[in-house]
């Protein structure tokens, strides 16, 4: 039999992509930037299954999708769910794992491929995080400031792919599908806004290890059109919540008062009202982590106070 030629293999590595690895986009109304990010991901080599989660777009972004990339699956919703959108995109998907996007990041070429056979040689890893490069006009893309925290990890990593870490890009992250679901993805009473950080505890409550991967490369062009202070208020609200429904009883309070500067300064009232009125879920929620991640998570702090 003849050896295959360097057409042939692409074909086959690109089939090996599609049949592993599909690409979910979660976009609000920012139709330019997902066309322009659909453009990067649909010029991809792995050539992946995009599927579009549009969470109640009003500004005409389904269309363009159905008449520009009619190769990309449509998933629109008729409200805007938040990040739990994303969770739509994991039920549509066929493959062992997701690749998330944002409709202002994408997926440098070959990295779906590095993290699908990254994914298959460590079974006991749920997600693999990239290096995150930002793009801004007139300049090189530099490193996310994220992506060096994630380098210096003190968890310990021996026998992973990558440094352990225990959180999450949500723009930027591969999922082993059998994992996120099991977690229970992302909840939806967060809606947006540091919503890893309770699917990151739950991953690591299963006993799923979570892995900032370098060799992993994702962009990200960030959107000006942004409420940048709801954002904030719900990033203070949600790490409120997010402490009570997993962590020990003094860890959460301790988190709590940490953000509730944060919560005044960007909510006042409203924000610390919105907050409260989230108790009584809470509580019929919680489920403390387990000492393991416990000892995970106090081994993060001490390490960030020397």
């Not at 579009?52 to 699956?73: C, E, I, K, L, W």
């Not at 006991?124 to 060096?148: F, G, K, Y």
Request: net charge positive.
């Amino acid at each position: 039999m003849a050896p295959a030629s360097g057409g042939d293999r692409q074909t086959q590595a690109q089939a090996e992509v599609e049949a592993r690895v599909s690409v979910v986009v979660l976009t609000y109304n920012r139709r330019e930037w997902l066309r322009a990010t659909l453009s990067r991901l649909c010029a991809l080599p792995e050539r992946p299954a995009i599927a579009v989660v549009d969470n109640g777009s009003t500004d005409g972004t389904a269309d363009m999708v159905r008449h520009d990339f009619p190769q990309a699956a449509l998933l629109r919703l008729p409200a805007n769910l938040g990040a739990a959108a994303r969770n739509v995109g994991v039920d549509w998907a066929r493959t062992p794992y997701v690749a998330f996007c944002d409709d202002d990041t994408w997926w440098h070429e070959g990295a779906l491929k590095r993290a699908a056979d990254t994914l298959d040689r460590h079974q006991d890893v749920a997600a693999l995080t990239a290096h995150l490069m930002v793009v801004r006009e007139n300049s090189e893309p530099q490193t996310d400031p994220i992506s060096r925290i994630m380098a210096d990890s003190p968890l310990p990593s021996a026998g992973l792919p990558g440094k352990a870490i225990l959180g999450l890009l949500a723009g930027a992250t591969v999922f082993r599908v059998d994992a996120y679901r099991r977690a229970g993805g992302y909840h939806p009473r967060l809606f947006i806004g540091g919503e890893e950080t309770l699917l990151a505890l739950d991953l690591a409550a299963l006993g799923w290890h979570l892995v900032y991967c370098p060799e992993l490369i994702a962009y990200h062009q960030p959107c000006p059109i942004r409420a940048h202070r709801l954002r904030r208020r719900l990033l203070a609200r949600n790490a409120i919540w997010s402490a009570w429904l997993r962590l020990p009883a003094g860890a959460a309070l301790r988190e709590s008062l940490r953000m509730v500067p944060a919560l005044l300064r960007e909510g006042g009232l409203v924000g610390c009202v919105d907050t409260a009125r989230g108790l009584p879920w809470i509580l019929r929620e919680r489920t403390v982590i387990p000492p393991t991640v416990q000892q995970l998570r106090r081994y993060l702090g001490s390490a960030q106070m020397r």
